[in-house]
């Protein structure tokens, strides 16, 4: 049976890098729910669309953010991120705070301390000004507690039924941080992978605040800032620091794939050390998703040098965001571009990118 087992394993890894030599098409004549989930569609609109009409070595590298010269001695990152959450408000934050700690994490991620902000807002006709001042507020709040400033804006209305409430696109600018050298290609072969903690919060509580659900759980969305943890991390280990990633759309497992496809490498999991909540767990189980494809908005992915993974785990958990991080697995050298999981009953599971959009407008 055992050997049964693992020849089946094999033959599904061999398949799924087969798949992923191809070049992805968009089959698709309209736009879909789908390509907005971060998964694989999002990937093959991004790739056949976006990608060709725009390359330029920056966008190429496919990062959440830009990262450019400033001057001869120091470097700039630049992000954007655009804000569609249904509802609006959700237990644990709002449409306003989630733009403002989404565009400073996306930042961060690239090794950036945010300087300043922008924020454009779509409104529809009939929305009510109160909700409105609400979340500007709750943006203003949040700008605040991080420090990191709205330098400027924009708002435009659209007619009534031609929008739905509100939208708002955040953009940042910050300042790499010295030592900062990030990204896919500094990924290496025993490298720890380590999450800074419980998994799927954000997307089950925006879900169960949307939908008429019988399901009694108190979740709430971990939307925050992830600025200092990366602040410590950086200052602190420097170059050990390989690579960073906030796990939104999609989640971890769509995040990690987009590193192992990438950097040509495989990372292993264990599924005993992954940190999700029990009530998160349950839920997910009901409705038939998967807690390792639900969006976060207030964890991040850190792949360190081996030697310093115990130093920077104790880092993220002396921040209160860091509390349960957890090393949860490791870069292998194959298969390539594969990210499999070594189960609590013994089994192995490939782990694959989001497919389709059980959770839309999550973020």
């Known amino acids: 049976m055992a050997k049964a087992n693992a020849s089946e394993v094999v033959a599904k890894i061999e398949k799924a890098q087969e798949?992923?030599?191809?070049?992805?098409?968009l089959r698709e004549s309209h736009i879909t729910m789908s390509h907005g989930s971060g998964g694989?569609?999002?990937?093959?609109?991004?790739?056949?669309v976006f990608a060709q009409a725009l390359s330029n070595p920056y966008l190429d590298r496919m990062e959440d953010s830009a990262v450019m010269s400033w001057d001869a001695s120091s470097k700039v990152a630049l992000t954007t991120d655009t804000y569609v959450v249904s509802p609006v408000t959700f237990p644990g934050?709002?449409?306003?705070?989630?733009?403002?700690?989404?565009t400073i994490n996306d930042l961060a991620m690239a090794g950036a301390m945010?300087?300043?902000?922008s924020a454009?807002?779509?409104l529809e006709e009939g929305f009510p000004i109160e909700d409105l001042r609400h979340i500007v507020t709750s943006m203003a709040e949040a700008s605040a507690r991080a420090h990191v400033p709205i330098v400027t804006g924009d708002t435009k209305v659209v007619p009534r039924g031609k929008g739905d409430g509100i939208y708002?696109?955040?953009?940042?600018?910050?300042?790499?941080?010295?030592?900062?050298?990030?990204?896919?290609?500094?990924?290496?072969?025993?490298?720890?992978?380590?999450?800074?903690?419980d998994l799927g919060d954000h997307g089950i509580a925006v879900m169960l605040a949307r939908e008429s659900l019988d399901i009694d759980a108190d979740v709430k969305s971990d939307s925050a800032p992830l600025h200092e943890i990366v602040y410590d991390l950086i200052t602190q280990l420097g170059p050990a620091i390989h690579c960073l990633k906030d796990p939104t759309r999609g989640g971890v497992a769509t995040t990690l794939n987009e590193l192992t496809q990438s950097s040509r490498l495989a990372i292993g999991l264990q599924e005993r050390a992954i940190p999700i909540k029990d009530v998160v767990k349950g839920t997910c189980e009901l409705l038939g998703l998967d807690p390792l494809t639900i969006a976060n908005e207030g964890k991040l992915i850190a792949i360190v040098d081996a030697q310093v993974a115990d130093e920077a785990l104790a880092i993220i958990r002396s921040h209160e965001q860091g509390?349960?991080?957890?090393?949860?697995?490791?870069?292998?050298?194959?298969?390539?571009?594969?990210?499999?999981?070594?189960?609590?009953?013994?089994?192995?599971?490939?782990?694959?990118?989001l497919v389709g959009d059980p959770l839309p407008r999550i973020c």
């Open 168 to 197: 708002i696109n955040t953009a940042g600018i910050g300042r790499l941080l010295p030592g900062a050298s990030l990204g896919y290609d500094k990924i290496r072969v025993g490298d720890k992978v380590i999450v800074s903690g």
């Open 114 to 117: 945010a300087l300043g902000l």
């Open 120 to 122: 454009g807002f779509i």
């Open 93 to 102: 934050g709002d449409i306003g705070s989630l733009a403002v700690h989404g």
């Open 323 to 353: 509390y349960h991080a957890q090393i949860i697995g490791e870069v292998l050298p194959e298969p390539e571009g594969m990210v499999f999981m070594h189960t609590d009953i013994g089994g192995m599971r490939v782990l694959d990118m």
């Open 40 to 48: 694989k569609a999002t990937h093959n609109l991004i790739d056949a």
């Open 19 to 25: 798949a992923r030599r191809k070049r992805a098409v």
